[in-house]
């Protein structure tokens, strides 16, 4: 068995849509970034390379590459359960924190967990994720960003 740790952070700009968990959520303010932005995959996809000793999500898919231009977050987290396959690991379970002052998450969480459960082929009993707001301190309180920590258990 082996334990990783992830953690991404991206800026809420206007113009953008919000993707979180891998789906789509109606807000004012969407992350930007090289891909959709989606926080939560993108720890997620570090906790499991991490755990898996292969580096990171930028050296896999690097955001000055034409290929991950605007791509969709999900087609990376499939990219990464392959890739962790190929040194036998297969998730054990995700345990996930998204920290947003707005919107509010918590109706939203049931359809992460089975979208997220879906991509990665894991029960949705295995993806555990959490929201929280940071009382309206620090960027995120701000409103000037979203963060996510990802924890995972990898099997072989």
């Known amino acids: 068995m082996r334990i990783g740790f992830g953690y991404d952070v991206h800026q809420l700009v206007e113009g953008r849509e919000l993707w979180l968990g891998g789906i789509r959520i109606d807000h004012c303010l969407g ?53 962790i396959a190929t ?11 998204v920290c947003a002052q707005r919107p509010k998450l918590n109706p939203h969480i049931p359809a992460m967990q089975q979208c997220l459960s879906e991509v990665m082929g894991i029960d949705a009993d ?5 929201a929280t707001t940071t009382e309206r301190l620090g960027f995120t ?12 258990l990898l099997e072989r």
Do not use: Q, W
């Not at 295995?126 to 959490?130: L, M």
């Not at 309180?141 to 995972?152: D, H, L, Q």
């Open 126 to 130: 295995a993806v555990s994720i959490k």
């Open 31 to 83: 992350l930007l970034g090289h891909s959709d932005a989606d926080v939560l995959i993108h720890a997620i996809c570090d906790a499991l390379l991490g755990a898996a000793n292969m580096r990171d999500i930028g050296y896999h898919f690097p955001d000055t590459a034409a290929e991950t231009d605007g791509i969709d977050s999900k087609i990376l987290l499939r990219k990464t359960i392959d890739l």
């Open 141 to 152: 309180g701000r409103e000037e960003g979203i963060s996510a920590y990802a924890v995972c």
């Open 87 to 97: 040194k036998g690991y297969r998730v054990g379970n995700i345990d996930a924190t």
